[in-house]
């Protein structure tokens, strides 16, 4: 009797001890779900959906990215959209997307929300016009004074007579939020008659089409429909970043809300992999991390 009444006794208690593990697996999963998927377990295929948004500057590489990793991961989705940094900082924040893609560091609005940096690439901006204007050069002040609406004629900087358009982003922008860091005088805005475009791909065509206009871009967007500008007396091109001689570049960021698991965590290791970035990085007209960290 007694007898019975242990091994009862044993079976009842490796009962609950199975019920724990298993409560306790579902939870992981659970978690592992709401960043994306599920680790794969040894010898298995990874799984799961990536959703990312945010930056148009750095769509063309996380595109890249999606498109070799769902190569190498069939049961993979990676699902990519614009809509730049500040809508990519608010939804990964709302937790409504695994990965929000930004040209600037989140502000202080983020400091709470539990966003989890990691910086994938360097993005360099140009300074482009219609292929009308005469000039070749600005420097940051003349840029500053075109942007703000100082200067509102070609002539005042070695141009022909020729009124200036500015064609730039909308608010959500993380390039317009660079630009004025870096370009504009501290404390001033860009002027209210700025054509403002959602996306870098409508700003050049914008420019293209606009006699006498200027805009600001990512590099990898410019292309011969446009004039990019020597900044400062320097051309742009990689080494004239490496060597800091070229200053208007921006770390890319792509934050997480906390830190990355699953199908996340291995596509964000994919972009930051030797593999991908030595192929990709540069060939897209980025700059790789690892070569300013020299």
């Known amino acids: 009797m007694f007898g019975n009444a242990k091994k009862a006794a044993t079976l009842g208690l490796i009962a609950a001890m199975t019920a724990g593990l298993m409560a306790g697996c579902g939870a992981d999963k659970t978690e592992e779900q709401n960043q994306g998927g599920t680790t794969a377990p040894s010898g298995s295929e990874l799984s799961g959906k990536v959703t990312a948004s945010g930056s148009t500057a750095l769509l063309p590489l996380v595109k890249q990215a999606a498109a070799e990793f769902q190569e190498k991961h069939k049961n993979v989705t990676v699902d990519v959209a614009g809509g730049g940094s500040g809508t990519g900082l608010k939804q990964v924040a709302e937790g409504s ?19 989890v940096d990691h910086q994938v690439a360097v993005a360099p901006f140009v300074l482009v016009t219609n292929k009308d204007v005469t000039v070749d050069n600005l420097t ?31 608010e959500s922008s993380g390039s317009r939020k660079l630009i004025k860091k870096l370009v504009l005088p501290e404390g001033k805005d860009f002027a209210k008659d700025a054509i403002a475009q959602d996306s870098t791909g409508a700003l050049r065509t914008a420019v293209e089409q606009t006699a006498g206009s200027i805009g600001y871009m990512d590099a990898p967007y410019a292309d011969a429909k446009v004039k990019t500008l020597k900044f400062e007396g320097v051309e742009y091109k990689p080494e004239n970043i490496y060597n800091g001689t070229y200053k208007l570049y921006a770390f890319e960021h792509m934050y997480t809300k906390g830190e990355p698991t699953g199908a996340t965590k291995a596509f964000l290791d994919y972009m930051m992999s030797d593999e991908f970035q030595s192929k990709n990085v540069e060939a897209l007209k980025f700059i790789p991390v690892s070569k300013m960290k020299k």
Do not use: C, H, M, P
Request: glycine share 16%; aromatic share 6%.
């Open 140 to 170: 940051k002040e003349q840029a500053g004074k075109i942007f703000t609406g100082e200067i509102t004629n070609w002539k005042d900087v070695g141009g022909a007579d020729q009124k200036i358009t500015i064609v730039g982003r909308a």
């Open 97 to 115: 997307v695994n990965i929000g893609n930004s040209d600037v560091e989140a502000g202080d609005e983020y400091k709470d929300k539990g966003l």
